[in-house]
C-alpha cells in the first residue's frame, strides 16, 4: 500500500531564508504527488502536483518540487520564505487504481521574522 | 466565488445528536470526498462520490452517511455522535475521479470544526 512520510512535524526558518520540505512516499509504480498548505483554520490548498514529465515542477507562491525516483522522494522548496508562508503543508500520493490521495502527517512552518 | 463551500463552519452539540454538513462546489466536477482530520491534524479520506454513486467507502462507522442529491452537493450525516467524533471534516471535489489511470487534483472546502460534548 502507498504511504507518505514527512519527516518533519515542525520547521522554523527566518523570513527571507529558503526552504526545504521533505516528504518520501512508498508507492509500487510511478506515483502521482501533491503538496498542499494549509493556513491556521483555513481548508487545504494545492500547490503543485506531479503526474508525469518534468522532474522539476512549479507551483503557486513561488514554490517548487522535484521528483526523485531513486530516492523516493518529492521535496518542496522555495527560496526565500514570506511570514504569510506559516502554515501547515501536507505531502500527499495519489494511487493510479482509485481515486484515493494518501496524505503525509505534514509538517507545520514557522517563519522566524 | 467560493468554489467548494460547507456549512456550518462551527458545529457544537451533544453527544447522541444526529447532525448534517453540506458541502456544495461549483467547479462542475464529478467526484466529491469527505475527510477527518483528527486534533493530530492527520486527514484521512472516508468517502468519495462520483455522479452521485458511491465509489470510496473506508472503514467508517455506519453512524456516518453521505449523500449525495446531485453532482454538486455531497451531505454527510451522523448519527448518535460520539466524543470521538469531534474533529475538522473537510469536502472535497475533483474531476473525473472515476476514471482510472489519473488522479485529479482535489479541491478542498473551509473544512467543519465540529465537537461533541
Known amino acids: 500500500a502507498q504511504s507518505v512520510t514527512q519527516p518533519d512535524i515542525h520547521i522554523t526558518v527566518s523570513e527571507g531564508a529558503s526552504l526545504e520540505l521533505r516528504c518520501n512516499y512508498s508507492y509500487g509504480a510511478t506515483p502521482y504527488l501533491f503538496w498542499y498548505v494549509q493556513s491556521p483554520g483555513q481548508g487545504l490548498q494545492l500547490l503543485l502536483k506531479?503526474?508525469?514529465?518534468?522532474?522539476l515542477v512549479q507551483g503557486i507562491k513561488g514554490f517548487e518540487a522535484e521528483f526523485k525516483r531513486s530516492q523516493s522522494s518529492f521535496n518542496l522548496r522555495k527560496p526565500s520564505v514570506h511570514w504569510s508562508d506559516a502554515a501547515e503543508y501536507f505531502c500527499?500520493?495519489?494511487?493510479?487504481?482509485?481515486?484515493?490521495?494518501?496524505f503525509g502527517k505534514g509538517t507545520r512552518l514557522h517563519i522566524l521574522p | 466565488d467560493t468554489a467548494v463551500s460547507q456549512t456550518p463552519k462551527y458545529l457544537v452539540t451533544q453527544m447522541g445528536n444526529d447532525k448534517s454538513i453540506k458541502c456544495e462546489q461549483n467547479l462542475g466536477h464529478d467526484t466529491m470526498y469527505w475527510y477527518k482530520q483528527d486534533s493530530k491534524k492527520f486527514l484521512k479520506i472516508m468517502f468519495s462520490y462520483n455522479n452521485k454513486e458511491l465509489i470510496i467507502n473506508e472503514t467508517v462507522p455506519n453512524r456516518f452517511s453521505p449523500k449525495s442529491p446531485d453532482k454538486a452537493h455531497l451531505n454527510l450525516h451522523i448519527n448518535s455522535l460520539e466524543l470521538g467524533d469531534s474533529a475538522v471534516y473537510f469536502c472535497?471535489?475533483?474531476?473525473?475521479?472515476?476514471?482510472?489511470?489519473?488522479?485529479?487534483?482535489?479541491?478542498f472546502g473551509p473544512g467543519t470544526r465540529l465537537l461533541v460534548l
Open positions: 472535497a471535489s475533483s474531476q473525473d475521479g472515476k476514471t482510472r489511470g489519473l488522479p485529479r487534483a482535489q479541491y
Open positions: 506531479y503526474f508525469s514529465g518534468d522532474t
Open positions: 500527499a500520493v495519489g494511487d493510479r487504481r482509485d481515486d484515493k490521495i494518501i
